[in-house]
């Protein structure tokens, strides 16, 4: 039997959203495909016009509670995800993540450095966002390092058509620390309605660190393998096995971006407003805890 899709993780980017899947995924009483963590069914038009029944051919073994989808686009894409997901199915939960959205905004383009899709330094990212350059799909998916910490106008739209009480807010700065995860995730399965006193195993994935083989890196990425296996393996295999090697292929040194204080001041204004907003959807004091109070 195929099940539908009745949970949404929907970002947002580099803000613990693969582990979270990864860990409510070993959940008895969830159903998380590994292979769909961020497969943007509903923001991607390639993949969209397949059809939802596409979809949910990934849920056949859904017999439970609990059918999730992670994609961390539908947060930043919010005006076609929204319409869309509540077409698809009206009665979901969504689950957000959230970060300090300039702790966010680093993160993001040290993983696009690591992975081969960045190349410019982050002051240089900025600048060419700014100046409105950014106009392919995949350039405002990876490289708007501010726009996707615009979270209050990408969240609004979300509680508008789905209410505030099916959504629920994690933040990545407890979601990561050991003395509060625990408590976070039975948050989590209390939203959820599934057994809160599930021992998850945390594991922390996707972490923008640096790769230990730069060779194998370029291989992954840049080389063509990937666009030569694409037909020959179906999504389920390629997903988990690109994403077994890559997180084999992450080292243990962090990659670090340093900015100046002119640069971090410039961020704080930009910032500001909207984590103000943020925090009165939320009701979360996220002006304390990202240190944007004056």
């Given at each position: 039997m195929v099940k539908k899709i009745n949970t949404f993780l929907i970002g947002a980017q580099?803000?613990?959203?693969?582990?979270?899947?990864?860990?409510?995924?070993?959940?008895?009483?969830?159903?998380?495909?590994?292979?769909?963590?961020?497969?943007?069914?509903?923001?991607?038009?390639?993949?969209?016009?397949?059809?939802?029944?596409?979809?949910?051919?990934?849920?056949k073994k859904g017999d439970t509670d609990i059918a999730l989808h992670g994609a961390v686009n539908y947060m930043y894409f919010h005006h076609k995800a929204c319409e869309r997901i509540q077409d698809y199915n009206k009665d979901i939960k969504i689950i957000i993540c959230l970060r300090n959205p300039i702790k966010r905004a680093t993160s993001a383009y040290n993983y696009f450095k690591r992975t081969l899709r960045e190349e410019n330094t982050f002051e240089q990212a900025i600048e060419a966002e700014l100046k409105g350059e950014l106009?392919?799909?995949?350039?405002?998916?990876?490289?708007?390092?501010?726009?996707?910490?615009?979270?209050?106008?990408?969240?609004?739209?979300?509680?508008?058509?789905?209410?505030?009480?099916?959504?629920?807010?994690?933040?990545?700065?407890?979601?990561?620390?050991?003395?509060?995860?625990?408590?976070?995730?039975?948050e989590v399965c209390d939203f959820l309605g599934v057994d809160n006193s599930f021992q998850f195993k945390y594991v922390h994935l996707n972490a923008s660190a640096q790769p230990k083989s730069k060779f194998y890196n370029y291989v992954m990425r840049k080389s063509g393998l990937t666009k030569i296996l694409k037909p020959l393996l179906p999504l389920r295999y390629r997903k988990r096995l690109g994403k077994a090697l890559e997180q084999k292929n992450i080292g243990d040194k962090k990659i670090e971006t340093t900015i100046s204080q002119s640069t971090q001041k410039f961020l704080e204004q930009k910032f500001r407003h909207q984590v103000i907003e943020t925090a009165t959807l939320t009701g979360k004091d996220l002006e304390q805890l990202w240190g944007f109070r004056n």
């Amino acid at each position: 039997m195929v099940k539908k899709i009745n949970t949404f993780l929907i970002g947002a980017q580099k803000a613990g959203t693969t582990s979270l899947y990864d860990w409510l995924g070993q959940h008895p009483q969830v159903y998380a495909p590994e292979e769909l963590k961020d497969y943007h069914f509903f923001t991607n038009e390639n993949f969209f016009k397949k059809g939802t029944k596409h979809l949910e051919s990934f849920y056949k073994k859904g017999d439970t509670d609990i059918a999730l989808h992670g994609a961390v686009n539908y947060m930043y894409f919010h005006h076609k995800a929204c319409e869309r997901i509540q077409d698809y199915n009206k009665d979901i939960k969504i689950i957000i993540c959230l970060r300090n959205p300039i702790k966010r905004a680093t993160s993001a383009y040290n993983y696009f450095k690591r992975t081969l899709r960045e190349e410019n330094t982050f002051e240089q990212a900025i600048e060419a966002e700014l100046k409105g350059e950014l106009n392919t799909f995949e350039q405002q998916s990876n490289n708007t390092y501010l726009q996707h910490g615009y979270y209050a106008k990408q969240i609004q739209p979300f509680i508008n058509m789905f209410r505030k009480e099916n959504c629920h807010f994690v933040l990545f700065e407890e979601l990561i620390d050991k003395q509060k995860q625990q408590n976070v995730m039975k948050e989590v399965c209390d939203f959820l309605g599934v057994d809160n006193s599930f021992q998850f195993k945390y594991v922390h994935l996707n972490a923008s660190a640096q790769p230990k083989s730069k060779f194998y890196n370029y291989v992954m990425r840049k080389s063509g393998l990937t666009k030569i296996l694409k037909p020959l393996l179906p999504l389920r295999y390629r997903k988990r096995l690109g994403k077994a090697l890559e997180q084999k292929n992450i080292g243990d040194k962090k990659i670090e971006t340093t900015i100046s204080q002119s640069t971090q001041k410039f961020l704080e204004q930009k910032f500001r407003h909207q984590v103000i907003e943020t925090a009165t959807l939320t009701g979360k004091d996220l002006e304390q805890l990202w240190g944007f109070r004056n």
